[in-house]
């Protein structure tokens, strides 16, 4: 008669009876069935569901922390993951895994989910650091959809997501790749450098497609150095500006936004010029579409701009003249009055 290992939010299901010693309390009535043996084999095709033991975390949902921000509190852990460390784009990939391990029936959220996440971000980061290594992004998530299949899904309605351990652990050394940068937001570039040492997925994945962690770093800091090298040019050219006083009253917001999205996508396209490899010459292609997109509305916004400080320039030469006026007209009057 076949026993269950029950777990929090899910059990499984063996077949012949277990000690005590291997049960854990649960929390949801799920099963999840299981053809083989409780041997060892048994329990290294359960290595994602180990994670369900009361030393795991829960994904228990958004927590906000100020306007705009969010947490995610781990129940058991005490951990807590906040929006307010994360850049835009490691955020979105991190709150993407749990519809990932939703779609997949998998309870638990894990690294396999997160890499899925972030590989599947157009024009990403990840895949940009990828391609840098030498990667092929397509081959790289057929691969982690592989391992993602097979994983042991739950059966039955879910009680919701769990943060795994390899997963809380991987968030970890993202954050150390962080203090090691000098950086002041967890980002991409931290998560890809900590999947070297992910000992569920990341590593071997790696190994499978035999890319060292040094050629990760150097993929990384290429692009890191690339980049540090627009955003100073930009902040020199705003300096410049702002030290020779070039306009006569600023910009609105959204045109100094486009202006600088322009600059900088120019410079980055300029330095991919010499780069030959596909992966280069397609973000070029991209970089041209966007620029063209990007300075028609430039265009509409300065024309528009130009109109309203023309007015705006005429309206204070009248209001001059008026002020000019009354201070004629008074100076008149006192004259009269004497």
């Given at each position: 008669m076949a026993s269950t290992i029950p777990f929090w939010g899910a059990s499984l299901q063996a077949p012949h009876p277990l000690s005590e010693r291997d049960a854990?309390?649960?929390?949801?009535?799920?099963?999840?069935?299981?053809?083989?043996?409780?041997?060892?084999?048994?329990?290294?095709?359960?290595?994602?569901?180990?994670?369900?033991?009361?030393?795991?975390?829960?994904w228990s949902g958004g927590e906000r922390l100020g306007r705009g921000s969010f947490v995610i509190r781990c129940e058991a852990?005490?951990?807590?993951?906040?929006?307010?460390?994360?850049?835009?784009?490691?955020?979105?990939?991190?709150?993407?895994?749990?519809?990932?391990?939703?779609e997949n029936k998998h309870q638990i959220v894990e690294t396999e989910h997160l890499m899925k996440a972030l590989l599947e971000q157009k024009n990403g980061l990840a895949r940009r650091i990828f391609s840098?290594?030498?990667l092929d992004n397509t081959r790289l998530l057929d691969a982690t959809d592989k391992f993602i299949q097979r994983q042991p899904k739950v059966i039955g309605e879910s009680s919701g997501s769990m943060l795994g351990r390899d997963l809380e652990a991987q968030i970890n050394r993202a954050r150390e790749y962080k203090k090691k940068y000098g950086d002041s937001f967890v980002s991409i570039e931290h998560l890809i450098l900590g999947f070297s040492d992910d000992q569920r997925f990341g590593r071997q994945l790696f190994r499978d497609f035999q890319i060292s962690q040094?050629?990760?770093?150097?993929?990384?800091?290429?692009?890191?150095?690339?980049q540090s090298v627009i955003d100073q040019a930009i902040d020199l050219?705003?300096?410049?500006?702002?030290?020779?006083?070039?306009?006569?009253t600023s910009k609105p917001t959204a045109l100094d936004e486009i202006n600088r999205s322009v600059l900088k996508?120019?410079?980055?396209?300029?330095?991919?010029?010499?780069?030959t490899d596909r992966a280069s010459k397609d973000r070029s292609n991209r970089l041209e579409a966007e620029l063209s997109l990007l300075k028609e509305k430039q265009s509409q916004l300065t024309e528009q701009w130009e109109h309203e400080k023309s007015i705006m320039t005429h309206l204070q030469s009248i209001k001059e003249e008026i002020s000019w006026i009354s201070v004629v007209e008074i100076s008149l009057l006192e004259l009269w009055r004497h």
């Open positions: 854990v309390l649960v929390r949801s009535p799920l099963s999840l069935s299981s053809p083989t043996s409780m041997t060892a084999k048994l329990l290294g095709g359960l290595r994602p569901l180990r994670l369900k033991r009361p030393s795991s975390a829960s852990s005490g951990a807590r993951i906040s929006q307010q460390e994360f850049t835009e784009m490691a955020w979105q990939g991190i709150v993407s895994s749990p519809e990932i391990a939703k840098k290594a030498g040094q050629t990760l770093k150097s993929a990384v800091e290429a692009i890191r150095g690339r050219v705003d300096e410049a500006a702002a030290k020779l006083k070039m306009e006569i996508l120019e410079m980055e396209k300029l330095s991919l010029a010499n780069d």
